[in-house]
């Protein structure tokens, strides 16, 4: 009785996820709830992007939207989007504003709603504009519902915008992507429409993207300064017990972690964001968040929607959350795979297999249209994903390598390569018999999962595993739209040349997925992508163009790249360049701070840490003087090698100071080249030192708490 009455108890504390889903999102619920049903119509055809939104209607949406808000607590608006810098930015404004006899009153317009003009001097902007011009427009995204973020003495409502400076330059990361989405539906409608499909009013990408972290304990993490300023470990000696056995990977979710978890989800859930899994990841301390698909344009919002809910949440449980790509040395990183596909207004997925052959031509078309656009731009897919973090994680613990390859499968490999013969039909798949009738039978599916890919197709979608857990996902996805819709483009005017020649619309789409798949077969491969034999055979097939992360950035201003962008209309020329160089000074400076971190931490913990050492184990061989000791050779050589790592590392440690007060004087691109060829190899050495330091001294002196203290979340 007891445990029933507990369980009421908390079904009461806790209402079910239905009754609060979407709770804090003003969606077509909302809507009818506080808009005429002719203005709702209106607002719909400007979601879709029909017509946009007159004046008048502006004023009525504001004011219900207004109402609505306040009615759940909220006491300020803002435009909330997402620069360049990868961030989320914010300038909240109050509802209640005083008249002249000092009442108050709850002000917000339709002009408020559209548009807003907040500061943007201190954006970056790679010298788009000068100092003195800091004027940014804020402009509402109708396609992207307004959400509450809830405080604790009230709340702000959240409107989703693109952000421009004074003369139209984008100065975020929306603009971009929706862009690219537009143009990859414009193209993939022009090839539906060869095809008969007529009655297709739209297609959307859609998008659900993991997201791996690392948890640790608060007051722990809180000592390390490398955590707190850099997000990661910089030194760090590896533990006894690390992920060689792999017993955290689906592992039972640990109480406490479990109850941020659940939090988060129902934070997320009244946002109407669903998390459909959460387990534990490979790594000691790692875990995942996986949310349902959805239009790519809302999934890259609630994104980022997900990662400040769980920055929140993450303080309230005295957890550090951790979101770099490469927190632990020799252990897994944290990636963000964007998992995606296109969807028709009839509700069929573009890229899933079917029995019909008519409808398996156009998967292949779609198919063949995306690898085609990967093999002509896959510079653009490394610089879109090649940050600081990526720099750590990729080509290593499950992580991709930086060279981009595509993974079909062997059975759609071969069924490719037959397809002049096949005439499109396939068959069907097959099923596995365990010989046990208590169990159904198993489909098999076409391919296993290769998890050294970085782009893979998995049944019914593509894989990108390539971008990182702390970078925005709106850049990839702009890089796979453009991709795709500049493939689609290329396919469609093929099949369209042959089908004026008079060829059946099905069997020119053949013919050109054959040809397109032979002509994108460099990007294609089945293998072990960690091998030194693929690297070998990418630099032969051309796939190679950048060892270095600032090199993978510089492939932003490749210009076929350049070209692809401008003719589909997502960037001009210049638009690029901005990009590029703000991604360049965003690496530049995140290193940067790295390395002034590891040369604080040397001087006010490792260097004292080691002569405090020294002068423990001198004392200690010092007060056997006298006594019947016959052999300290091996004390005195410890005492030595501890010597012989301060005097190494105060070498090094110069250089260092040395190499930061160099980068002072440099262009951004100039300090990239100096950081990596020779600041990150010199971090390297000297993480190395100290790790061999850590593992010589005693617990009770080490200035910072060890790894297989912060990879436990126990008391």
């Known amino acids: ?67 609505w808000a306040i009615s759940k607590g909220a006491t300020h608006w803002t435009h909330w989007f997402n620069p360049i810098n990868e961030n989320t930015a914010e300038k909240h404004q109050a509802f209640a504003m005083p008249l002249e006899d000092g009442s108050p009153l709850e002000v917000f317009s339709g002009k408020d709603l559209m548009q807003g003009e907040p500061d943007a001097s201190s954006f970056p902007s790679a010298g ?126 640990s109480p406490r972690v479990l109850a941020y978890m659940e939090d988060v989800e129902r934070d997320l ?103 085609l656009g990967v093999s002509k731009h896959f510079t653009l897919l490394q610089a879109v994903t090649a940050t600081h973090g990526n720099m750590y994680r990729l080509g290593g613990h499950e992580a991709p390598p930086s060279i981009i390859s595509v993974y079909l499968g062997e059975a759609l490999t071969k069924m490719i390569k037959e397809i002049r013969t096949s005439a499109g039909e396939f068959s069907k798949k097959p099923n596995f018999d365990l010989g ?70 099905l069997d020119a789409a053949l013919e050109v997925v054959a040809d397109t798949m032979q002509e994108a077969g460099k990007i294609i491969f089945e293998g072990d992508s960690y091998t030194d034999e693929w690297k070998a055979e990418a630099g032969r097939r051309g796939l190679i163009r950048s060892d270095t992360t600032p090199e993978a950035i510089d492939l932003l201003l490749d210009p076929d790249n350049v070209s692809m962008l401008e003719d589909l209309g997502i960037y001009k020329k210049r638009e690029v360049e901005v990009i590029h160089e703000i991604r360049m000074e965003s690496f530049c400076t995140a290193i940067e701070v790295e390395m002034a971190m590891l040369h604080d931490m040397l001087y006010e913990g490792v260097l004292p840490a080691i002569s405090k050492q020294m002068i423990l184990e001198k004392k200690s061989l010092d007060s056997l003087e006298g006594m019947d000791f016959k052999d300290s050779s091996a004390w005195k050589a410890l005492i030595v090698r501890l010597g012989t790592l301060k005097t190494e590392l105060l070498r090094e440690a110069d250089v260092l100071g040395e190499t930061k007060e160099r980068l002072d004087t440099l262009p951004a691109r100039e300090r990239a080249a100096v950081i990596v060829n020779e600041g990150v190899p010199l971090m390297r050495s000297i993480r190395k030192k100290c790790d061999a330091a850590e593992e010589l001294i005693s617990s009770e002196i080490w200035p910072y708490p060890a790894y297989r203290n912060l990879l436990s979340l126990s008391a």
């Open 128 to 253: 788009a504009r000068s100092t003195f011009e800091a004027r940014g427009y804020s402009v509402w995204d109708t396609s992207s519902s307004a959400f509450i973020v809830k405080s604790p003495k009230g709340g702000t409502l959240c409107i989703p915008s693109v952000f421009l400076s004074y003369d139209g330059m984008p100065l975020d990361l929306k603009t971009g992507l929706l862009r690219a989405l537009d143009s990859l539906e414009a193209n993939s409608l022009r090839l539906l429409r060869i095809f008969g499909q007529r009655g297709v009013r739209y297609v959307r990408m859609t998008v659900g993207s993991e997201q791996e972290y690392f948890l640790l304990d608060r007051p722990r993490a809180q000592q390390r300064p490398d955590i707190r300023f850099c997000g990661r470990t910089i030194i760090g000696a590896r533990p006894a017990k690390d992920q060689k056995l792999d017993h955290h990977y689906f592992g039972a979710i």
């Open 436 to 505: 046990l009738a208590k169990l159904a039978s198993i489909t098999a599916y076409d391919s296993d999962r290769n998890r050294t890919s970085p782009v893979a197709f998995t049944g019914d979608k593509f894989e990108f595993r390539a971008p990182g857990s702390s970078a925005a996902v709106a850049f990839p996805v702009t890089g796979l739209a453009a991709v795709w819709a500049a493939g689609l483009k290329t396919v469609t005017e093929a099949v369209e040349k042959k089908t004026e020649a008079g060829k059946d619309p």
């Open 269 to 371: 859930a009244r946002l109407g964001i669903a998390i459909a899994t959460r387990h534990n990841e490979v790594a000691r301390c790692q875990f995942e968040f996986a949310p349902l698909f959805s239009e790519a344009n809302i999934a890259c919002d609630q994104n980022l929607m997900i990662m400040e809910t769980m920055r929140k949440l993450a303080r309230k449980h005295e957890l550090r959350l951790l979101f770099h790509e490469k927190p632990f040395a020799d252990m897994n990183g944290s990636g963000k795979h964007v998992n995606f596909s296109l969807v028709d207004s009839e509700g069929r997925n573009l890229l899933k297999l079917s029995t019909n052959q008519r409808k398996n031509i156009i998967f292949l078309t779609f198919l063949a249209s995306f690898v």
């Open 1 to 67: 009785m007891a445990a029933s009455c507990e369980g009421a108890a908390d079904e009461k504390r806790y209402p079910p996820v239905r009754e609060i889903f979407g709770s804090l999102l003003f969606d077509k619920r909302a809507m009818k709830e506080h808009l005429p049903k002719k203005v709702i119509a209106n607002l719909e055809e400007a979601m879709l992007g029909r017509k946009p939104l007159d004046a008048a209607d502006a004023d009525i949406v504001a004011m219900g939207m207004r109402n």
